[in-house]
């Protein structure tokens, strides 16, 4: 059996992919759980992980932990997993724009990591800016650095309801190897994915209530009623123009924005999901309507924990554990989807043991992906390109 470490582990949202997979062994995990300024009680993301993998993670500083002390607390792993945080990157913060993030110096610091505990294979998922962005050095010194240790590299950025996520998230996707390298791109060829699993209505049509099918109510009665008022099934704020006394409820700066014909850097908000596409993004801060399009289709609420977690691909049965149900919206926004990392998990058993899944086994149990939504087909009979991916590999 192989062994995993994953730093910034956060909820598990990458970890449970291995810690699902026949394949692997969780040995390790490092989340200093770190919050807001303002918080009393951190993000709390710990208590999920060990909910869920059976093993607490160390809640240590990564950016100040030594190689040598990292490999005395974890060992030397075969899949060595280190997902920086993307906060720096991400463009939903218009500052990441034209100012680098101190936060952002740890992607080449995780080359420090890898020559520590020497791991067959590296993972590293992160916002697509970390590729494209303005600060996309790091990222460069990262790849020279893994190169110099002897690991071929890919560094590639996917839309990832190409793999059967219910959900248009863009990310950027590292992954470095001393076997025979392999991709998702690779993974996914001669396979054709039902349109229909990528929906919100396949996704959430039918939740079962359990603790986390909850959501917060409104302490301000005009956002409910505002949220009554737009459209159902994909509708937004823009839509109240329209709509009989629509303008009395909309915030100065949704008026302002009409004044000025224009809708705003962020048209989502106070948004509802459409049943038959996928989802949009799932950001970090997802525990309030005026956060984004996070309201249900038809229903004059938020999604509940347990319809975003599925919509970001956590199993049905995913445990969160938070004091506050913000922390539980952030344990979902912040995680990395297990429907694709057990997609890496079982891209990491075919760099290592030379055997390609089968599309049966690329499918994480109790997730909205089905082994039925997977059809191989010939490669000589593709008729469409498949959709777009960029890539930088070495």
Not at 263 to 281: I, N
Not at 297 to 307: G, K, Q, S
Not at 335 to 364: D, F, H, K, N
């Amino acid at each position: 059996m192989f062994t995993v470490v994953d730093l910034f582990s956060g909820a598990g949202g990458m970890s449970y992919g291995f810690h699902a997979h026949p394949a692997f062994q969780l040995v390790g995990a490092v989340d200093a759980q770190r919050g807001k300024p303002t918080s009393t009680t951190g993000i709390e993301c710990n208590l999920t992980y060990e909910a869920n993998m059976g093993l607490r993670p160390l809640e240590r500083d990564l950016g100040k932990i030594t190689g040598a002390e990292l490999r005395a607390a974890v060992g030397k792993p075969t899949v060595l997993i280190s997902c920086a945080p993307c906060t720096g990157f991400s463009r939903t913060n218009s500052a990441n724009h034209l100012v680098d993030d101190r936060r952002n110096s740890l992607v080449s610091r995780s080359a420090e990591f890898v020559a520590a505990l020497e791991p067959e294979i590296f993972l590293m998922e992160n916002a697509r800016e970390l590729i494209r962005g303005n600060f996309s050095h790091h990222y460069a010194s990262l790849e020279a650095s893994l190169k110099r240790l002897g690991y071929a590299v890919s560094g590639e950025v996917h839309r990832l309801d190409r793999f059967g996520l219910p959900q248009i998230r863009e990310r950027a996707l590292v992954i470095a190897s001393r076997r025979p390298l392999r991709t998702l791109g690779e993974l996914w060829s001669g396979i054709r994915l039902n349109p229909e699993a990528v929906t919100v209505r396949r996704a959430i049509g039918h939740v079962a209530e359990d603790e986390a099918h909850v959501a917060p109510g409104f302490s301000d009665p005009i956002t409910k009623k505002r949220l009554a008022m737009i459209p159902r099934d994909g509708g937004s704020w823009a839509d109240l123009r329209s709509v009989r006394g629509g303008l009395a409820v909309m915030t100065p700066a949704m008026r302002r924005y009409l004044a000025a014909g224009d809708l705003g850097s962020h048209p989502d908000v106070y948004g509802r999901l459409a049943w038959d596409k996928p989802a949009v993004t799932i950001k970090r801060e997802c525990a309030h309507v005026g956060n984004g399009r996070y309201s249900h289709p038809e229903e004059h609420r938020l999604c509940t924990v347990r319809e975003l977690a599925i919509l970001q691909g956590f199993p049905r049965d995913y445990r969160f554990v938070a004091r506050s149900l913000s922390n539980m919206y952030r344990h979902v926004g912040d995680a990395v989807p297990p429907l694709i990392s057990y997609q890496l998990a079982g891209l990491c058993a075919w760099m290592l043991g030379g055997e390609r899944p089968s599309p049966r086994e690329m499918v994480l149990p109790k997730t909205s992906l089905r082994a039925r939504d997977l059809t191989p087909y010939a490669a000589s009979s593709r008729r469409r390109s498949p959709p777009p991916t960029s890539s930088a590999r070495a």
